[in-house]
T-cell receptor, first 110, second 113 residues
Framework: AQSVTQPDIHITVSEGASLELRCNYS??????LFWYVQSPGQGLQLLLKYFSGDTLVQGIKGFEAEFKRSQSSFNLRKPSVHWSDAAEYFC????????FGAGTTVTVRA | KAGVTQTPRYLIKTRGQQVTLSCSPI?????VSWYQQTPGQGLQFLFEYFSETQRNKGNFPGRFSGRQFSNSRSEMNVSTLELGDSALYLCASSPSPGEETQYFGPGTRLLVL
């Protein structure tokens, strides 16, 4: 069965510093991968997705992710973090349903 | 386009009661999926509806049910509520089922006392 793993439960980063969130997937075929963000008490907002083609995908809010088949990874990055990026981030893979990782909580310190 | 809407946003019930949650998908989207989010289990798939038919179901007891109407709006029902049903229930819509991008609503926060 398809699955994703997010190894980091919590990451703290300084405002203005770069951010990288890890995601590893397990899927037999070419996976359809997503990153979602959730602010406290809110639903999930789609940041970006990878279906095929260019392995570096751009998303909203200045985020990007790189699909690496050799490493079964789909890591999310942002060059310079803003305080408003504090949230929980979920990586997910889809076949008929979304299977989510456990999430990574990002704290931004001033 | 308006996003996915869910009502109510917050709900408090007592054990043994039943509850119905509603979801209106993005206009033109015909597939609706439901997810349960809890601190212990994370995000788990409940079921998916397309063209008023349940296409897939997650590993939840029969107390959890749903339906979809001809206008694609969906409801989910939980009967005989248990304390463990306290969760954020998220609805997501997509144009069609399968490997499509799903867009989420704000969720319904259910507290069972």
């Amino acid at each position: 069965a398809q699955s994703v793993t997010q190894p980091d439960i919590h990451i703290t980063v300084s405002e203005g510093a770069s951010l990288e969130l890890r995601c590893n997937y397990s899927y037999g075929a070419t996976p359809y991968l997503f990153w979602y963000v959730q602010s406290p008490g809110q639903g999930l907002q789609l940041l970006l997705k990878y279906f095929s083609g260019d392995t570096l995908v751009q998303g909203i809010k200045g985020f990007e992710a790189e699909f690496k088949r050799s490493q079964s990874s789909f890591n999310l990055r942002k060059p310079s973090v803003h305080w408003s990026d504090a949230a929980e981030y979920f990586c997910a893979v889809v076949d008929y349903k979304l299977s989510f990782g456990a999430g990574t909580t990002v704290t931004v310190r001033a | 386009k308006a996003g996915v809407t869910q009502t109510p946003r917050y709900l408090i019930k007592t054990r043994g009661q039943q509850v119905t949650l509603s979801c209106s998908p993005i206009s033109g989207h015909r597939s609706v999926s439901w997810y349960q989010q809890t601190p212990g289990q994370g995000l788990q798939f409940l079921f998916e509806y397309f063209s008023e038919t349940q296409r897939n179901k997650g590993n939840f007891p029969g107390r959890f049910s749903g339906r979809q109407f001809s206008n694609s709006r969906s409801e989910m029902n939980v009967s005989t509520l248990e304390l463990g049903d306290s969760a954020l229930y998220l609805c997501a819509s997509s144009p069609s089922p399968g490997e499509e991008t799903q867009y989420f609503g704000p969720g319904t926060r259910l507290l069972v006392l």
